[in-house]
């Protein structure tokens, strides 16, 4: 299974875009949108039912979107009919709908990351997908990421104001 890793945290390979013959009709934001065509073609069954997690489209190799989800994968992005999985998420689908109708197309791939989770001081394991999006936007600036784009704080952080008002 193909990984990547972002900050620690381990990312696989689900899905490859594609371009389907077998067409359906969709709304886009109240718009009928005829013969939708974007599929994906899922390289480890069952994943569209992962909860919870940070995702990454890459187009070849290279960095185009960094997201998250809170329901499961299937909710955020697809649109199961016909037994395929289409792909129904944002404006990027018409990007990525263009980049596999070209000539030469590169692959669009789909990772999600295996366990965006980590320790809490009790030892309860807290998922923190939304700030590892956060991480990844900031730190790589996917093309595609319009929102998310949070400049490093020039603050202090609360424990560091108080521990200096407050010498032991």
Same mark, same amino acid.
């Given at each position: +299974? ?78 199961? &009919? ?13 990007? +990525? ?27 309860? &394991?807290?998922?923190?997908? +939304?700030?590892?999006?956060? &991480? ?12 998310? &784009? ?19």
């Amino acid at each position: +299974m193909p990984s990547k890793n972002y900050f620690g945290f381990d990312f696989a390979k689900i899905a490859v875009a594609a371009i389907t013959d077998l067409k359906t009709d969709i709304k886009y934001n109240g718009e009928l949108v005829q013969g939708w065509d974007v599929v994906l073609d899922f390289q480890i069954p069952g994943c569209e039912n992962a909860c919870q997690s940070t995702y990454l489209v890459f187009v070849d190799d290279i960095l185009k979107y960094a997201g998250e989800y809170s329901g499961t994968f299937q909710e955020r992005w697809l649109l199961p &009919r016909n037994g395929l999985f289409y792909v129904w998420h944002s404006e990027n689908d018409f990007r +990525m709908q263009r980049i596999l109708k070209g000539n030469n197309a590169p692959e669009i791939s789909i990772w999600l990351c295996v366990d965006p989770t980590l320790a809490a001081p009790d030892g309860e &394991r807290w998922n923190i997908n +939304m700030a590892l999006e956060q &991480r990844i936007i900031m730190e790589h600036q996917p093309e595609w990421n319009k929102r998310g &784009r949070i400049k490093p704080t020039t603050g202090l952080p609360f424990h560091e104001i108080t521990a200096a008002s407050n010498p032991s």
